[in-house]
DNA sequence: TACAATTTGTGCGTATGTATA
DNA sequence: ATATACATACGCACAAATTGT
């Protein structure tokens, strides 16, 4: 089906398409009215998110675009630059708008906060010690939200910068839409969100970090190579899609000897 | 002096400016080249952190602007736009442009990262400790960008949220710069940007934080009842304002026992 | 190498809606 | 009701980057 016309589009208070002696706007007072260009975005939101544009590939020129919306390139310009700006797409000049992917550089660096003490960032090489599915605890059904009766695939990974481990990482995912994670592939890539992207088209588009001070286990110890009850970061993320739908938690122990966690405000 | 016409604006890339039969752009290919809405913006934040319009202070408004420029109101509205992009202005509907200021709730709560374990957000309230004047250390010196004799000022206070203290706040400044801080104001105001932005014309924009896990010491016992050796998350800030001058280097240690810093990517 | 076609980036102008004082 | 200021939406022209011929 060609996407040529898209109707429901609320126009009642588009100035240029009114006629004067129009009928007398009663109706767009309503609290869920939103501008021509915020609808022109979830629109085009909601065809990405469905698979339709897959990550990596260029969604339609603007003329073009405009011309399906009904909608001047003006206003269709708008929805994308607030698309750029939610990390949705990447706008190149004389190229075109791409659906963003986790491999370019900048992505990739946007989930991982961690700098050595001079301020170098660096990614980190994987090492996973196990994978397992299994019945999720209390805490894991309610982030995920979680189905009764589902399982969750869990990861547990160490990382390392330069040679020396420096994070613990537990990764839980809902089963039900990870399905052949728990052995499949045979090796894992360092970077996941690039493969629940091109593997299982869940597309992680920002996540929530709390940070609390811990005192290492055993398994810290074993896998950091620091002092039983050496002070660490816990990590607690959740990470979700475009629609705010949780994909992923994650809660890593980051020993701060020679990294540390960053954050700009 | 009336600001009626800003002139050197490099235009040489501003097509309906340009007669068909102009001379080949042979310069504008430098590298420093800015488009007109980005030099516009610079020349607006100029002024702002200059102190001719206060923070809090309305400017003119777009059409004043544009036509003081020279430039049409959509180019003068790009700039704007990425000003309240950058927390530097607040533009309402009907009412104008104004410089923002660290007294509207959203701004409070863009420097205190700090929630309860069930994701409430409230402002603490602080108790100080102890106000100095001494010499930097070397660190001190180095970050705060401080010229060879300087001095420091140095307060420390202790915050609580509903009444259990969690964090207790090292506070570095330039005593150059805020020079009669030392003793004054006889009481400290709860959100020190405002003291700085009101009484010293410093505005702080954004900060760097790093965070790392420590014991707890000596002192954190005393004013945060943790036990000795507890982990705690020490965070350290550097506060910088328009330009990124160093303002202000802060080093808090924080008791995640009931609270968690938090961030969102 | 040169040229053309396509696509986004910049800049200008205008009209009307909506919120505020 | 009026005036002001920002918000939305339309349109157009040309610059600059990319790609293919």
């Given at each position: 089906m060609p996407a040529d016309r898209y109707n429901?589009?609320?126009?009642?208070?588009?100035p240029s398409k009114m006629?004067?002696?129009?009928?007398?706007?009663?109706?767009?007072?309503?609290?869920t009215f939103q501008p021509l260009y915020k609808q022109i975005k979830e629109l085009l939101l909601e065809r990405i998110a469905s698979g339709e544009?897959?990550?990596g590939t260029f969604i339609p020129s603007e003329a073009s675009l405009a011309s399906s919306y009904d909608v001047s390139v003006g206003t269709l310009r708008k929805a994308l630059n607030e698309l750029v700006a939610d990390n949705v797409v990447i706008r190149r000049q004389g190229k075109g708008t791409a659906v963003a992917t986790h491999d370019a550089d900048r992505a990739l660096f946007r989930f991982f906060n961690i700098v050595s003490h001079d301020g170098e960032r660096c990614l980190p090489v994987s090492r996973v010690l196990g994978r397992t599915r299994r019945a999720p605890t209390a805490d894991e059904r309610q982030t995920l939200e979680l189905a009764d009766g589902g399982e969750v695939i869990h990861i547990r990974r160490v990382r390392e910068l330069q040679g020396t481990a420096i994070l613990l990482e537990d990764i839980v995912l809902d089963a039900a839409r990870f399905a052949a994670l728990e052995n499949q592939p045979e090796v894992l890539p360092n970077t996941l969100y690039q493969l629940y992207q091109q593997?299982?088209?869940?597309?992680?588009?920002h996540a929530d970090e709390t940070l609390v001070a811990v005192r290492a286990g055993r398994d810290e110890v074993e896998?950091?190579?620091?002092?039983?009850?050496e002070p660490l970061i816990e990590i607690r993320r959740v990470a979700r899609d475009y629609q705010d739908v949780p994909i992923e938690r994650r809660i890593s122990r980051l020993s701060t000897r020679d990294y540390a966690y960053a954050c700009t405000l």
């Open positions: 429901p589009l609320i126009v009642t208070r588009n006629a004067k002696d129009d009928l007398p706007m009663t109706a767009p007072k309503g609290p544009w897959p990550p593997q299982y088209g869940r597309t992680v588009a896998q950091l190579g620091v002092a039983s009850g």
